[in-house]
């Protein structure tokens, strides 16, 4: 069984930076894409990035070129940097482990969530 443990939530100004952390453990002989998720209250769960076990990642347009998604493989940890933070980013932010580069929200295993709070 994956488990997967996110790290990194806060609250931050606009304009600042957070780094979310999330560790695998478990059997992850399956999983080969990592990918991170966020969902506001009274929204939909949606996709923010993911990246494959080859380094191909994928984002949403609200956050191109604000945030960047990596893997450490052998630390089995993936990482989102968010950079230029906004209040529309305030949101509980979820790490998902998958076998396929589709991203619907019901695939995949998740992590317990952490909270992101961007205001000033």
């Known amino acids: 069984q994956v488990q997967l443990v996110e790290s990194g939530g806060g609250l931050v100004q606009p304009g600042g930076s957070l780094r979310l952390s999330c560790a695998a453990s478990?059997?992850?002989?399956?999983?080969?894409?990592m990918a991170w998720f966020r969902q506001a209250p009274g929204k939909q769960r949606e996709l923010v990035a993911g990246?494959?076990?080859?380094?191909?990642?994928n984002y949403a347009d609200s956050v191109k070129g604000r945030f960047t998604i990596s893997r450490d493989n052998a630390k089995r940890t993936v990482y989102l940097q968010m950079n230029n933070l906004k209040p529309e980013d305030t949101a509980r932010y979820y790490c998902?482990?998958?076998?396929?580069?589709?991203?619907?929200?019901?695939?995949?295993?998740w992590g317990q969530g952490t909270q992101v709070t961007v205001s000033s």
């Open positions: 478990g059997s992850i002989f399956s999983i080969n894409v």
């Open positions: 998902n482990a998958r076998s396929t580069t589709n991203y619907d929200v019901r695939i995949g295993l």
């Open positions: 990246i494959t076990g080859g380094g191909s990642t």
